[in-house]
């Protein structure tokens, strides 16, 4: 049974830093692409970032040059460093796996390419 869960949300002021965490269980971490997406009050899950088990990235335009995604493969872990962080960054933030990616694919931006989630931490940022 494959579970990802995450860590590190909490509220922090605008222009400050959080760093997210995402374990997985299971050997489906292996050679799985990883993918972060978050959620504000009202609106639709939208994706924020990816990473290859081959470590290429993909960012969402709105958070790009500010977060960045990397992964721990030895510790099955993915990050999430969320620097400049502004108010309209505040969301439920979720992890998701594809399983199915391979060594050298997947990191997509549409949700339906993941296939494992978390259950999301809340990252609130005050004016």
């Known amino acids: 049974q494959v579970q990802v869960v995450e860590s590190g949300g909490g509220l922090v002021q605008a222009g400050g830093s959080l760093r997210l965490s995402c374990a997985a269980s299971?050997?489906?971490?292996?050679?799985?692409?990883m993918g972060w997406f978050r959620q504000a009050p009202g609106k639709e899950r939208e994706f924020v970032a990816a990473i290859t088990w081959r470590d290429y990235t993909t960012y969402a335009g709105s958070v790009k040059g500010r977060f960045t995604i990397s992964r721990d493969n030895a510790a099955n872990t993915v990050y999430l460093q969320m620097n400049s962080l502004k108010p309209e960054d505040t969301a439920v933030y979720y992890c998701?796996?594809?399983?199915?990616?391979?060594?050298?694919?997947?990191?997509?931006?549409?949700?339906?390419?993941?296939?494992?989630w978390g259950q999301g931490t809340q990252v609130t940022v005050s004016s």
């Open positions: 299971g050997r489906t971490f292996s050679m799985s692409a």
């Open positions: 998701a796996l594809d399983s199915h990616s391979g060594a050298y694919y997947g990191g997509g931006m549409s949700s339906y390419e993941y296939d494992y």
